[in-house]
């Protein structure tokens, strides 16, 4: 397994690159104390996973493509998003069976689940199969599909690849906006429709999402509130989201707030 501070120098990175919008080789060796060949080699794998891209003597912030680039989402609101991975991977334990899908907030959750021994990741996600590959010694399983470049994902109607196979134990999934009549949303009816195909293989569903998702608008319904086990969000959550959401049946973990259970739910 790659070395621990590989990720640690990536993270780095990144945050580097979103004050000034640039970094240089020699200059992040130098920080590091490591070798121009070692930064360049984590720059090529950044930018494997189109988090940046590689120029001269460095590499700079990828551009806002449709949807928004997937590195440019990842640095909006990326507090909050850490802090709702953090707690959502409270729930997985070692040798978990769990899916995730290619939202910003499930990549920062494989970013929290990768000292996990022995996790199987059911994913459709590239970014964060390449990640939890890279970083962790954990199964990544990939259903075939087609290549969506705007999410990284590769997407596609897979529920006849996991029928059969056994059941996923939790599945984390973004959304682009909820509301208690419809479920979770998503604008892409391909990514919508991979998503239901990943909910009907698992035994608990949980949605991770900041608050400023709540309102927002969304086409394609992927998760019905009876589907859900719980939601994951963040304190700019009002307590009339909250209580109407428990009137649903469905807990809402906010930060400052009560937790979810940790214990594995029934198959």
């Given amino acids: 397994m790659p070395e621990r501070n590989d990720f640690v120098r990536e993270e780095?990175?990144?945050?580097?690159?979103?004050?000034?919008?640039?970094?240089?080789?020699n200059d992040l060796a130098a920080q590091f104390g490591v070798s121009a060949v070692t930064i360049r080699k984590d720059l090529d794998s950044l930018e494997q996973r189109a988090l940046l891209r590689r120029v001269r003597g460095g590499a700079v912030i990828t551009a806002v493509g449709d949807e928004g680039a997937f590195s440019e989402r990842l640095r909006q609101e990326a507090p909050a998003k850490r802090e709702i991975a953090r707690r959502a991977a409270e729930l997985v334990h070692d040798g978990d069976v769990i899916a995730i899908d290619s939202s910003t907030t499930a990549y920062y959750l494989a970013q929290e689940l990768l000292d996990r021994r022995d996790l199987m990741v059911v994913t459709y996600g590239m970014r964060s199969a390449t990640?939890?590959?890279?970083?962790?010694?954990?199964?990544?399983v990939m259903p075939g599909g087609v290549l969506r470049r705007a999410s990284g994902s590769m997407v596609g109607a897979f529920s006849n690849v996991l029928t059969?196979?056994?059941r996923i134990i939790s599945g984390f999934f973004g959304v682009a906006t909820l509301s208690t009549h419809l479920g979770l949303l998503e604008l892409s009816s391909e990514e919508a429709a991979t998503k239901r195909s990943l909910i009907g293989a698992c035994n608990a569903v949980y949605g991770l999402f900041t608050s400023s998702k709540i309102g927002?608008?969304?086409l394609h319904a992927f998760a019905e509130p009876g589907q859900l086990t719980g939601l994951f969000t963040d304190d700019g959550t009002d307590d009339d989201f909250v209580a109407e959401w428990a009137a649903a049946g469905v807990p809402v973990l906010r930060p400052q707030h009560h937790s979810l259970s940790t214990s594995h739910p029934a198959p």
């Fill in 216 to 218: 927002a608008f969304g």
């Fill in 12 to 25: 780095v990175i990144l945050h580097e690159l979103t004050a000034s919008g640039r970094v240089r080789v």
């Fill in 164 to 166: 059969g196979r056994g």
């Fill in 131 to 140: 990640l939890f590959m890279d970083h962790s010694n954990a199964t990544v």
